[in-house]
């Protein structure tokens, strides 16, 4: 009996997830001072890599929408 109600619970969470419920809708990522040379970064066309200078400053407090 414990097994099955244990099951329907994690069913139902399941599926409520797939509908995007109790999911974050925005989220902050706060990176360090630090500088990375030569960091590969993916061209947005998709066409290939670059190297280049990435200072991590320069994205605190950059918030994404997900939905």
């Given at each position: 009996?414990?097994?099955i109600?244990?099951?329907v619970g994690l069913t139902i969470l399941t599926v409520e997830q797939d509908k995007?419920?109790?999911r974050c809708r925005t989220?902050?990522?706060y990176?360090?001072?630090e500088v990375w040379?030569?960091?590969y970064v993916r061209k947005p066309d998709g066409s290939g890599y670059d190297?280049?200078?990435l200072v991590y400053?320069?994205?605190n407090g950059k918030c994404h929408d997900i939905t």
């Open positions: 009996m414990n097994g109600i244990m099951l995007g419920n109790f989220f902050s990522i990176f360090s001072d040379e030569d960091a190297k280049r200078l400053s320069h994205f």
